[in-house]
């Protein structure tokens, strides 16, 4: 069975621009979480989804958005980037049924 | 607010040796889980605790669960270099999301 998959694995942005992420999934699994990791934060919840309904959201402003298709693919967002926002952003594929919860490889976004 | 607390957060020890990490939490929860991450990489899921008194064991680590003391631990026998890693306890919330907070990490140093 294939892992979660993170597009793209690293990012390069400037100040001011927009970024999208986007997670794939294990198969079967419909529920879709992010998390931001910095040195400073550690890991810290962004949102959570489940058959494309946001089901809880963190405490980020909301230059953070994010939503997910029909085929549990989901894709999050973020605008205005500021330099605080360079981190490892990890989408976490979870399983309902053992309760598991698999972290996708990440994407590591640097903003300058 | 569920808060999660681990400790030490940073541990030295001799490869041979065995250790114990500690994770409290400050609220009732139905889900306790660790993972290892390596540097640069991202999180691999060690284990997953759903009841009371839930013990489990892969290889040298074992995690334990009290859920009346809000305790989580993980023991380390007979500590390997390759056991060198940071290790995360998250908590699950109740209420039917999938979110998780987790605890600052414990960096571990296995010295031959």
Same mark, same amino acid.
């Given at each position: ?112 | ?28 929860? @139905?889900?306790?889980?660790? &993972?290892?991450?390596?540097? /640069?990489?991202?999180?691999? !899921? ?6 009371? *008194? ?27 270099? @390759?056991?060198?890693?940071? &290790?995360?306890?998250?908590? /699950?919330?109740?209420?039917? !999301? ?6 600052? *990490? ?7």
């Amino acid at each position: 069975k294939a892992g979660v998959t993170q597009t793209p694995r690293y990012l390069i942005k400037t100040r001011g621009q927009q970024v999208t992420l986007s997670c794939s999934p294990i198969s079967g699994h419909r529920s879709v979480s992010w998390y931001q990791q910095t040195p400073g934060q550690g890991l810290q919840f962004l949102f959570e989804y489940f058959s494309e309904t946001q089901r809880n959201k963190g405490n980020f402003p909301g230059r953070f958005s994010g939503r997910q298709f029909s085929n549990s693919r989901s894709e999050m967002n973020v605008s205005t980037l500021e330099l605080g926002d360079s981190a490892l952003y990890l989408c976490a594929s979870g399983d309902r049924t053992s309760y598991e919860q698999y972290f996708g490889p990440g994407t590591r976004l640097t903003v300058t | 607010e569920l808060k999660v607390e681990q400790n030490p957060l940073f541990l030295s020890m001799q490869e041979g040796k065995n250790y114990t990490i500690y994770c409290n939490y400050s609220t009732t929860s @139905d889900r306790l889980y660790w &993972y290892r991450q390596d540097p /640069g990489k991202s999180l691999e !899921s060690l284990f997953v605790l759903l009841s009371n *008194g839930a013990v489990k064991q892969e290889g040298r680590l074992m995690a334990s669960l009290d859920t009346k003391a809000r305790l989580s631990t993980l023991h380390i026998t007979a500590a390997v270099h @390759d056991l060198s890693a940071t &290790y995360f306890c998250a908590v /699950g919330t109740q209420g039917g !999301s999938e979110k998780l907070v987790f605890g600052k *990490g414990t960096k571990l140093t296995v010295n031959p």
